[in-house]
């Protein structure tokens, strides 16, 4: 620690911070525009030029380095002209357009120039003009001769996004911020960009003239679309959101959100936004009805199955997008009914996977930490797109000597340097963790387990445990293709040994926004229950389905419809006609997480309660409530909670932390490898198709990220099919059907595997994420 002084006041600031750091701490505001406490140093607006005693200039403060015995003036008259001068400077060719520009109230070179900028311009030359950029369907660039030329926007896709997409070129006046030539800003992140501009240049195209700062409410809210729990600030007029954007919070989302999180708002009030109750006739047609005539007709459906096949006839399937209350309503509602067939996890397929794990899974460690690991080793995620915040923390880490390694089926970049990678078949994985642990126990001089005393690991598995071994604070992550395996069991229990064998932290990613809260609210199959799976794959009687949309969100998309379909009576709990018209006989239109309080708990077992920002639309009830009604419509005991707080003071009774436990007891061993009877599949779930709310986001749905999908192989594969990149591919599915897909060559893909994304009406039927599927030329 240095001790300088600042505007006559001591202070203490760590040897090689900057004077605007030690600025801040003491509450000192220094007018900056380029500076950000998250991004490095580029000094190139020199708006926080300050005084500094036997300095013969005015220095920038955020280049400044702290010196013993330093003396600093940020309110000089030397400060405060050079301030001045720098702000006419950045004036010159800025138009007065702040009557007609989006970031008007919120802008900070309109409030700098109220102190810094003079009442007249003295520049009488033509003002430059620079054309707007094309960024893609999410980034509006139409009035990019505001840029004041602080280069955030580059900073924030190279060191925060991992990826240059944008820079400057030309000098002098002539600089202009733009893309790559032809691309689209596509990062997960790119949003960030928009937020840190601090003038009109970069703005959200789809917020853009749809209303001023100063008349919209803000309200916090969380995020629902990834385990981190984002927090966000969610701005609405008249009752209608109309643009999210982050709010800080160091320990978990730091001051950023991803762009799932930033535009799937848009999702909230399409044309397919279910306004009222409806019942399906006899004949077929839907017909609108009160709350009052719905429900009973859902209590008469359900008394019906009950009294004529028995309660285990009913199932009620929830997910991850649902509040902790509304799943653990769901579970207290079937039980009482006498059903034990409840569920969330529409994508675990692997039926011994309860069994395995007896706690709640869990990330092991706060997120926070993420930064600080020495050592990583992330099984059979797609981490970018999967959980970009968290993909960001381990980004930065990196960048102060962290290694990271990867065993998956797609070699994707998470835009940093891997240490190590073996990229396998999804079957392969409980194998390729087992290679590894040998690797580490060879060259720790451990005795390698009896199970894997055939094992003979490979240099792949060597270099990772190589790098697994030379570290102090260890993790090894389950990301959610492993858990979503039908050797889920199996990889855990591998990765369990390999973890202890490492002396490493275990912990789960878990998919969607509230995978622990589920838990935590019981709202899994009681003894004798059926899993999510098994209910979309055995035909019962009746069904209730909340917040989820089986099409998209089970593994098995086609089959979970089919067999909803076939059922005597289907309930959906939803916020949209499409996710349950053609399978439901009512529909009953309950509250997005914008539209009612609840309690979201993320991978770290963080516990973040909100309320609703916006009224309900139309007709709209809180799924709380309406599962709450139903149960006294029932007339069941435990159905008298007035509030969301009270139910979620039930689940969270005697606190969490005990109820967290990443313990397995599956026994560690190999996967039988099966028989080649086509190319085997790799899944993903794409980032904007990943939840019922995401999926209706037009701007999100106009990335390349959620364009149809292309069949991925490597050119070896390709080539044994007699087929090049384009072609298009006959793909048959485990059911029979068939599909038309274009071949596209990607060498990340594991060999003899085909990587065909899920949750497209254009894979729908090839059934499962895993198994084989049959490819040939079309």
């Known amino acids: ?249 160091e320990e978990v989302n730091e001051c950023w959100i991803s762009d799932r999180d930033r535009f799937a708002y848009e999702g909230l009030y399409t044309e ?52 902790t209350e509304e799943l653990a309503l769901l579970a207290r509602l079937m039980r009482a009914l006498g059903s034990e067939n409840v569920d969330f996890r529409l994508r675990s397929i692997d039926p011994t996977f309860d069994q395995a794990v007896k706690g709640v899974p869990w990330l092991g460690m706060p997120v926070a930490e993420l930064n600080q690991l020495d050592r990583v080793l992330v099984v059979g995620s797609f981490l970018r797109k999967d959980h970009p915040l968290m993909a960001q923390r381990l980004r930065q880490a990196v960048k102060r000597g962290t290694q990271v390694s990867f065993i998956d089926s797609a070699a994707d970049d998470p835009l940093f340097p891997v240490a190590g990678r073996m990229t396998v078949a999804p079957s392969a994985l409980p194998n390729a963790l087992a290679e590894v642990l040998v690797a580490l126990a060879q060259a720790g001089g451990q005795a390698v387990p009896e199970a894997f005393s055939a094992v003979s690991p490979s240099e792949a598995a060597t270099q990772i445990a190589a790098s697994l071994a030379s570290g102090e604070r260890v993790a090894v992550l389950l990301g959610n293709m492993a858990v979503a395996s039908d050797q889920a069991s199996l990889i855990a229990a591998n990765a369990t040994a390999l973890a202890k064998s490492a002396k490493a932290t275990f912990g789960f990613l878990t998919p969607g926004g509230n995978t622990v809260g589920g838990y935590l609210a019981d709202a899994l199959p009681g003894q004798g229950g059926l899993t999510a799976e098994q209910m979309l794959q055995q035909q019962l009687k009746a069904y209730l389905v909340v917040h989820a949309e089986p099409a998209f969100d089970a593994d098995n998309g086609a089959q979970a419809v089919q067999t909803l379909k076939s059922a005597g009576f289907a309930v959906a709990l939803t916020s949209f006609k499409s996710a349950a018209e053609e399978w439901a006989d009512i529909m009953l239109p309950i509250s997005p997480f914008t539209e009612t309080s609840g309690t979201f708990v993320n991978a770290e077992g963080r516990v973040q309660s909100f309320k609703g920002v916006a009224a309900p639309f139309a007709d709209t009830r809180p799924g709380w409530k309406v599962l709450r009604v139903l149960g006294n419509l029932f007339e069941l005991q435990g159905f008298d909670d007035e509030t969301s707080e009270s139910i979620r003071d039930t689940v969270m009774v005697g606190g969490i932390e005990g109820r967290l436990s990443n313990e397995v007891s599956a026994t560690p061993g190999l996967a039988q490898v099966p028989s080649k009877t086509g190319l085997e599949r790799v899944a993903d779930v794409p980032i904007y198709r990943s939840d019922v709310l995401v999926r209706r986001s037009q701007p999100l749905q ?53 990587r065909l994304a899920t949750a497209f009406n254009e894979t729908l039927a090839l059934g499962s994420g895993f198994g084989q599927l049959t490819v040939e030329r079309a």
């Not at 006046?173 to 937020?195: C, P, Q, R, W, Y």
């Not at 279910?274 to 009805?289: I, N, T, Y």
């Not at 859902?298 to 399937?317: P, S, Y």
Request: with cysteine.
């Open 1 to 249: 620690m240095v001790e300088l002084t600042i505007d006559g006041i001591k202070v203490e600031a760590p040897e090689g911070s900057m004077v605007i750091q030690a600025a801040h701490k003491l509450g000192v505001f220094v007018p900056h525009f380029c500076y950000h406490k998250k991004l490095s140093v580029a000094a190139n607006c020199r708006m926080c030029l300050v005084d500094v005693e036997k300095a013969p200039k005015a220095l920038p403060a955020c280049a400044t380095p702290v010196t013993n015995g330093m003396v600093v003036h940020t309110r000089s008259e030397k400060a405060i002209a050079a301030q001045k001068s720098v702000m006419e400077f950045l004036l010159i060719n800025h138009p007065l357009d702040c009557p007609v520009c989006d970031q008007g109230g919120e802008c900070q070179l309109q409030d700098l120039a109220v102190g810094y900028g003079a009442s007249a311009s003295r520049y009488q030359e033509e003002k430059r003009v620079v054309v707007a950029k094309e960024m893609g369907p999410l980034i509006s660039t139409d009035a990019m001769q505001r840029c004041i030329h602080c280069t955030r926007c580059i900073r924030v896709g190279q060191e925060i996004g991992g990826i240059m997409e944008v820079g400057m070129i030309n000098r002098g006046e002539h600089s202009e911020i733009t893309t790559f030539v032809g691309k689209a800003v596509d990062s997960e992140l790119s949003g960030n960009m928009i937020d840190v501009c601090p003038v009109g240049a970069l703005l959200s195209k789809p917020f853009k003239f749809t209303a001023r700062t100063w008349e919209m409410a803000r309200r916090r809210s969380v995020s629902p679309h990834d385990s981190l729990g984002a927090n966000l600030v969610v701005q609405t007029k008249m009752d209608r959101v109309l643009r999210v954007v982050p709010f800080e919070n």
């Open 272 to 323: 397919d936004r279910l306004a009222h109750p409806m019942v399906k006739g006899d004949d077929g047609q839907w017909r609108e009805a009160s709350w009052t005539d719905a429900m009973q007709a859902v209590v008469q459906g359900f008394n019906t199955v009950r009294e004529q096949f028995g309660a285990d006839q009913i199932g009620g399937i929830g997910s991850p997008l649902a509040t």
């Open 702 to 754: 106009e990335t390349a990220a959620s364009q149809p999908p292309k069949a991925r192989m490597s050119a070896a594969t390709l080539a044994g099919l007699g087929a090049v990149s384009g072609d298009p591919l006959r793909i048959v599915g485990a059911q029979g059907e068939a599909v038309v897909v274009p071949a596209l060559e990607d060498e990340t893909v594991a060999a003899g595997c085909i």
